[in-house]
């Protein structure tokens, strides 16, 4: 039993506002209900004569509480008839209309008004601003979009920010091939919430597979925690809007406050969810996700069968352009496929047979049974007078989960790709779609794989900030967290740095130390290369006054990375590791996890870089030491999840000849010191 049963499986439907005049609101959503199994009860009290006036006269008159509202009234009064329709029995409801906290102060007073209802009665609400839900198996379609009712139903769940994508993506699908087991639109999520509809689908074991579209989220670390429960059983294909700047038209859409689109992208991978960048990915991945499913792997490897050499290119490139592993095929592996095909074509994989003949269901079997394969991909244009390409297919015995990939004529196209679905092999129609469907697939069982290892934070040093940190707390607090910082001392004024550097020998790096100059070599305020007294008394003559000096020894040269932690409004701590310079902000070439990580994650996260070979030893520069830079990645990361810390940044975080990192300048902002909803450039 779910606490969203009264909303997405009721006995018994009041509709608010209904209606037979032709365009309103009111007349689609009853008629939509035309099918539902359950009482209807039509509610408009303008018109006593036709409807009821009221959900409680409907109660008496019929003998039962709707356990479903669905609400097709303006928004200024649609809190005063909710509030009723809870006391007359109804558990909850559906608010169709606009006008609420998208739409100014105006809206934002009806929209807290339903709060205090929701507050006061324990009615779920789903919306307002949305244009519904519709659950197929179940005949309820409360929606009032034309051709909703017709959808098939299937094992496929959408779960939308937006009534509009719910239904575009739901038709897709369908058209496609994947019936639908749910499709919520959510509108602007004043009370159910794309965690809790997940948490719904939980329990739900017919579902084979969920359709996530996010704009906002309000509560970011429970939208990835029921993303993480729900993978363990299904899979979970995500959509996130945002990629260029719309925060304010996401704002302006659903009232919400909108988060960066590379942290949301970002905690929901970590969290099991495979990442599309549209929504024909999106539907592609789904299917074939709700038809297969690959074990847990860390890099599963796909092998690919090809009827025609071209398309098979296309489909290898775009498969290896994605990261996913193409392995050579095993000797042993190749010699058997050689034994099934001319010496003309390329058997290594991809294995091309030339021409779709009866040997290809032979071919597909050798090569699923290669060590090194978990999912076999086969394209082939239909070509009857060869082979009959479904039935062959569907008669292989192949070690691995199949992708079908076939070209033809439409109609026929159509029809293999129905009779291949109903055998349980997803079906493409080109090779980028084929290529995103064995992506999915991989990328899934990686996900899973990852999931696995759970967080082990280590120790945080007690912080007793009393005030904005300097530059040599910061390096003290991540010298206990065990993370090098460069040999230093803290000077006074003009005589205590001459005989720091004494002291520490040259070359050394002169800057003022005050915690209120975030960006010091902006004001002038480093300078290197200090040797000599009277280079020192130069570059103190160069630099503006401060509280204090800070005089450290030279790092060797070495490449340069970004890393830190710091608090996202939406999802909480969040690590951050980049490129050095420029590349992280201008090229976007940074890598983010939600803090504390596995020390699996944050090995990993080297990886997601672009730029990656740049500190792995390209030309002759010092590779870095993986398993020291995943130590300071973790001591950040700790560090994010202590309360009093807003952020930390390292930034240039140095590689030296040894391979081991140091951190050549850190910024420590206590939490108190900063607005929360605000971003603190370092």
Known sequence: MSALDPLFAPRSVAVLGASDVPGKLGTAMTASLARFPGTVMKINPSRPQQFHPSVAEAVAAHGTAPDLVISCIPAAVTASALREAAAAGARAALVCAGGFAESGPEGAAHQRALSEVVRDTGLRLLGPNTSGFFVPHASLTASFVPGVADLAAGPVAVVAASGGVNHALAFALADAGAGLRLGVGLGNSMDVSQADVL???????????????????????????????????????????????????????????????????????????????????????????????????????????????????????????AGV????????????????????????????????????????????????????????????????????????????????????????????????????????????????????????????????????????????????????????????????????????????????????????????????????????????????????????????????????????????????????????PVLALGAGGTAAEILGDVSLRLAPVPAGEAEAMLDDLATRELFLGARGAAPVDRTRLARVLLALSSLGTDPAVAECEINPLRILPDGDVVALDAVLVPRDLRNEGGSEDA
Not at 219 to 236: E, I, K, M
Not at 255 to 277: E, N, P
Not at 331 to 341: A, N, R, S
């Open 199 to 321: 948490d719904h689908l939980a329990g739900d074991e017919a579902l084979r597979a969920v359709a996530l579209h996010v704009e906002t989220a309000a509560d970011g670390r429970r939208l990835t925690d029921a993303v993480r429960r729900l993978v363990d059983r299904v899979p979970v294909v995500a959509l996130v809007v945002g990629r260029s700047d719309v925060g304010d038209f996401a704002r302006s859409h659903t009232g919400a406050l909108a988060t960066s689109w590379r942290v949301t992208r970002a905690a929901l991978r970590q969290a099991g969810a495979v990442l599309v960048d549209d929504e024909r990915e999106l539907a592609d991945a789904v299917c074939a996700l709700s038809r297969v499913r690959l074990p847990a792997h860390p890099r599963p490897g796909a092998g690919l069968v090809t009827a025609q050499a071209g398309p098979g290119l296309l489909l290898t490139d775009a498969l290896r352009t």
């Open 325 to 572: 592993q193409v392995p050579p095929l095993a000797e042993q592996t190749v010699k058997e496929v050689g034994e099934l095909l001319p010496g003309l074509t390329y058997q290594r994989n991809p294995v091309d047979t030339g021409r779709p003949s009866p040997t290809l269901p032979h071919v597909i079997e050798r090569v699923s049974a290669d060590p090194d394969i978990h999912v076999t991909a086969v394209y082939a244009l239909l070509e009857p007078a060869a082979v009959d390409l479904p039935a062959a297919l569907t008669g292989a015995r192949p070690a691995t989960p199949l992708v079908a990939v076939v070209g033809g004529p439409p109609d026929q196209v159509r029809r293999a790709r129905q009779d291949l679905g109903q055998a349980g092999i997803p079906c493409a129609t080109t090779p980028a779609a084929g290529a995103t469907m064995v992506r999915a697939l991989a990328e899934d069982a990686a996900g899973r794989s990852r999931l696995e290892e759970d967080a082990a934070p280590a120790a945080t040093p007690a912080l007793s900030l009393t005030g904005p940190a300097d530059e040599h707390t910061a390096k003290n607090v991540l010298a206990a967290l065990g993370i090098r910082t460069p040999v230093r001392r803290v000077c006074a004024g003009r005589d205590a740095a001459h005989a720091a550097l004494d002291e520490l020998g040259g070359p050394v790096v002169v800057k003022i130390l005050d915690p209120a100059v975030l960006h010091k070599t902006e004001v002038g305020g480093v300078q290197i290369g200090i040797r000599t007294h009277e280079d020192l008394d130069a570059a103190l003559a160069r630099m503006p006054a401060a509280p204090a000096l800070l005089v450290e020894q030279m790092a060797p040269a070495g490449p340069e990375l970004i890393a830190g932690v710091r608090r996202d409004p939406v999802f909480g």
